[in-house]
């Protein structure tokens, strides 16, 4: 089973995010490595974790079918729930703050970032 933290741009700053400049900024964590235009997992040694890039559809949600995306307004983290919640929050509130996005689990209506 999984948990999802998602990243959206804060609603004083709907802007999309550039995705090149997103995937240089995500490529620099050592804690991610990419894996795909829009994806990037966690490397080894740390918790696992799938990261998708994406763009809103309009009613919330997205999809994605793995190709680039010039310009993104949602960062979906997939986390085991095997693992402490910790070092996902931790590395959510990074990229938001990153971003000046926000970071929310929404199954649980918890805010991760701004806190």
């Excluded at 620099?28 to 809103?56: N, T, Y």
């Excluded at 949602?74 to 693992?83: A, D």
């Excluded at 910790?86 to 918890?110: C, K, P, S």
């Amino acid at each position: 089973m999984s948990w999802y933290l998602t990243l959206r741009p804060a609603a004083s700053q709907p802007e999309p995010a550039d995705t090149e400049a997103l995937t240089a900024y995500l490529t620099a964590q050592p804690e991610l490595r990419q894996i795909g235009p829009v994806e990037f997992e966690s490397v080894p040694g740390q918790p696992q974790m799938l990261m998708i890039l994406a763009k809103d559809n309009g009613r919330g949600g997205y999809a994605s079918d793995g190709k680039f995306i010039p310009r993104i307004d949602i960062i979906e983290l997939i986390c085991p729930y095997s693992e402490p919640p910790e070092w996902y929050d931790a590395m959510a509130a990074r990229i938001a703050a990153h971003l000046r996005w926000r970071a929310v689990e929404e199954n649980e209506e918890r805010q991760v970032w701004p806190v």
